[in-house]
């Protein structure tokens, strides 16, 4: 059975797409799958979320346009009926279960092991981190289909990239690899050869052992300073500072600081 699963590595999460056979391409299933799996990690949040897919091949392919996709129909009936009905009720549903992924408050890392196309590329833009296989490529290639990204991709891509650089790859679809990603700091790290969500898990850890109030409060700031004018941004920065150091999570790394020890955080949560 194909849909997608959870593995839980201490405070580590990782969510694999799984459905090789198909490149991990998105049917209405997967979404479902996507929105169960949501709502579990959003019920006992782990520190920092993976997101890979199943086999060597491939990240995700995005939107599955094979007819036994039950969500195509909508989109055929928007298309032939040149209906803004159906098409605005499919995007919506998809953008929502990408937004309620990457909107769970602890970061998200995208392990992008193999090709990532359509909507596997919107969702991996969507994370806040970006492990890159060397063998992998990147392509917003909706403008083939006639249509554009549509999960937020547009706009997830702009903010990381930038809208010039942004605009040379949705609008000719072209197909981006490791190097160039990172050159264009579309992805953050290049892994060795088949060793994508391993280069993850490490990044993973690295701040899964920080304060998890600290890593929350932080990411908060860093996510919303592009919507927010540099002085609310500031504002918005102080008031996050103020209520993490009220929480009192800096007691332990202040005293393992001192100490010469390593910190022991306790879950956001627990005393």
């Given at each position: 059975?194909?849909?997608?699963?959870?593995?839980?590595?201490?405070?580590?999460?990782?969510?694999?797409?799984?459905?090789?056979?198909?490149?991990?391409?998105?049917?209405?299933?997967?979404?479902?799958c996507l929105d169960?799996?949501?709502?579990?990690?959003?019920?006992?949040?782990?520190?920092?979320?993976?997101?890979?897919?199943?086999?060597?091949?491939?990240?995700?392919?995005?939107?599955?346009?094979?007819?036994?996709?039950?969500?195509?129909?909508?989109?055929?009936?928007?298309?032939?009926?040149?209906?803004?009905?159906?098409?605005?009720?499919?995007?919506?549903?998809?953008?929502?279960?990408?937004?309620?992924?990457?909107?769970?408050?602890?970061?998200?890392?995208?392990?992008?092991?193999?090709?990532?196309?359509?909507?596997?590329?919107?969702?991996?833009?969507?994370?806040?981190?970006?492990?890159?296989?060397?063998?992998?490529?990147?392509?917003?290639?909706?403008?083939?289909?006639?249509?554009?990204?549509?999960?937020?991709?547009?706009?997830?891509?702009?903010?990381l990239v930038g809208?010039?650089?942004?605009?040379?790859?949705?609008?000719?679809?072209?197909?981006?690899?490791?190097?160039?990603?990172?050159?264009?700091?579309?992805?953050?790290?290049?892994?060795?050869?088949?060793?994508?969500?391993?280069?993850?898990?490490?990044?993973?850890?690295?701040?899964?052992?920080?304060?998890?109030?600290?890593?929350?409060?932080?990411?908060?700031?860093?996510?919303?300073?592009?919507?927010?004018?540099?002085?609310?941004?500031?504002?918005?920065?102080?008031?996050?500072?103020?209520?993490?150091?009220?929480?009192?999570?800096?007691?332990?790394?202040?005293?393992?600081?001192?100490?010469?020890?390593?910190?022991?955080?306790?879950?956001?949560?627990?005393?």
């Open positions: 059975d194909y849909g997608i699963g959870i593995k839980r590595q201490g405070h580590i999460a990782i969510i694999t797409l799984n459905r090789p056979e198909k490149k991990n391409a998105f049917d209405k299933h997967m979404w479902d169960q799996v949501t709502a579990e990690l959003a019920a006992s949040l782990p520190r920092v979320i993976i997101l890979t897919g199943a086999g060597d091949k491939a990240f995700c392919a995005g939107f599955d346009v094979n007819p036994e996709n039950p969500l195509l129909k909508p989109l055929l009936a928007a298309m032939e009926g040149h209906d803004k009905g159906p098409a605005y009720d499919l995007v919506r549903r998809i953008r929502t279960s990408v937004d309620h992924l990457v909107t769970l408050p602890v970061p998200i890392i995208a392990a992008i092991n193999g090709l990532a196309y359509g909507g596997g590329a919107e969702i991996a833009s969507r994370c806040d981190l970006r492990v890159m296989d060397p063998g992998a490529v990147i392509c917003f290639s909706e403008v083939r289909l006639g249509l554009m990204p549509d999960q937020g991709g547009v706009v997830g891509l702009t903010r809208a010039s650089r942004a605009a040379d790859l949705i609008l000719t679809a072209r197909k981006v690899g490791a190097q160039e990603a990172f050159q264009l700091g579309l992805t953050n790290r290049i892994s060795a050869p088949g060793k994508a969500l391993e280069e993850a898990l490490s990044l993973a850890l690295s701040i899964s052992e920080n304060g998890p109030r600290a890593v929350r409060h932080a990411l908060s700031v860093i996510r919303r300073t592009g919507d927010l004018t540099t002085e609310e941004a500031l504002d918005l920065e102080t008031r996050e500072a103020v209520t993490l150091i009220a929480s009192g999570e800096s007691i332990h790394g202040v005293s393992a600081f001192l100490t010469r020890q390593k910190p022991e955080f306790p879950e956001p949560g627990e005393s």
